[in-house]
């Protein structure tokens, strides 16, 4: 595990804090670049890692959930937003069903394989003894990825890559209320795109995309409960 650092919040009034996680095979310097253009956006930030590929997300989501919890005591964050990115995303669900923060703001996913990646279903045979992840993020029905709940009363904000050769579009939609947004890129490439920093900054801001203001290439499409 990595460290955590909290940036942009020493020394100053209570503030809302992003807290950043990364996908597997990744590491937190992946995050540096989102987590800079958020501080330039007024947030205090804190990028959250992992070094260990082989065990369970399961344990990563435990020692995440008492980074929330540690994070949901200190004085000096008034709110708390999860900003992950691919398994991140999936690690933040698992640790909000183990602790939830009474100061939980927002979660905005990037690239989140919320109902499996069939990349992980078409190596699961060969890697996933080894790779507990590969396994527990497979399509298949009963894998743990299907079988987490989904965290309720939050608002959820999803940016997807359009061109993503890992996640299709459909498996980043959570079995939640949330607002969907694609960007025209590959699935790591939205960790430094300047837009999707944006378009992550104004869900934490409004808890929905910018549908009006999107670029022509994108296309925003808020979901309903029900």
């Known amino acids: 595990m990595t460290a955590p650092r909290r940036q942009g919040g020493e020394g100053h009034e209570p503030r809302e804090c992003g807290v950043l996680v990364h996908g597997f095979l990744a590491n937190a ?74 100061k939980l703001g927002r979660f905005v996913m990037l690239a989140p394989p919320n109902r499996g990646s069939f990349v992980a279903t078409a190596a699961a045979g060969a890697f996933g003894r080894m790779f507990r992840p590969v396994e527990e993020l497979t399509t298949r029905e009963d894998s743990l990825v299907n079988s987490l709940p989904m965290p309720w009363g939050v608002d959820i904000g999803v940016i997807a890559a359009g061109h993503d050769a890992l996640v299709t579009a459909q498996s980043t939609r959570p079995d939640a209320p949330h607002d969907h947004v694609t960007v025209p890129c590959m699935h790591s ?18 808890g929905r995309f910018p549908g009006s203001a999107a670029a022509a290439e994108m296309h925003a499409t808020p979901t309903q409960a029900g």
């Open 29 to 102: 310097l992946m995050l540096t670049v989102l987590a800079r253009r958020l501080r330039s956006r007024g947030y205090a930030t804190e990028i959250w890692g992992y070094r260990n590929m082989c065990c369970s997300l399961l344990v990563h989501a435990e020692r995440f959930a008492g980074v929330l919890r540690r994070l949901d005591a200190a004085p000096d964050v008034s709110r708390i937003h999860l900003v992950t990115h691919s398994m991140g995303c999936i690690i933040g669900r698992a640790a909000l069903g183990i602790e939830r923060p009474a």
């Open 189 to 206: 490439s939205l960790l430094f795109r300047r837009d999707a920093a944006e378009l992550a900054a104004a869900f934490l801001r409004a």
